[in-house]
């Protein structure tokens, strides 16, 4: 299984982008879902997750800009992303919480940049 993470672009600081990351069901049932991301240079890290009960909690880097959130019926895990700042470029991948390495996807690139 891989989790396929989409949506990503460049965007002017202050901008917004959402993610989406399809999901197998069996896979979003059971799981909580995560969020991560790797700039350049730099070790991935995590930036979200949400539980299957929709429980959510953060990073403090991106608290109060993103939110992540779950469609039951697309079966998707999102992540909204506002008021991005340069320090937000990076690779954004999808996984579950704990990671299982086997559903790395390619991830989507985000660039912010004036």
């Known amino acids: 299984v891989q989790l396929q993470a989409s949506g990503g672009g460049l965007v002017q600081p202050g901008g917004s982008l959402r993610l989406s990351c399809a999901v197998s069901?069996?896979?979003?049932?059971?799981?909580?879902m995560g969020w991560y991301r790797q700039a350049p240079g730099k070790q991935r890290e995590w930036v979200a997750s949400?539980?299957?009960?929709?429980?959510?909690n953060y990073a403090e880097s991106v608290k109060g800009r993103f939110t992540i959130s779950r469609d039951n019926a697309k079966i998707t895990v999102d992540l909204q992303m506002n008021s991005l700042k340069p320090d937000d470029t990076a690779v954004y991948y999808c996984n579950t919480l704990p990671i299982r390495a086997s559903y790395w996807g390619q991830g989507t690139q985000v660039t912010v940049s004036s």
């Open positions: 949400i539980t299957s009960g929709g429980r959510t």
């Open positions: 069901g069996s896979v979003f049932r059971i799981n909580v």
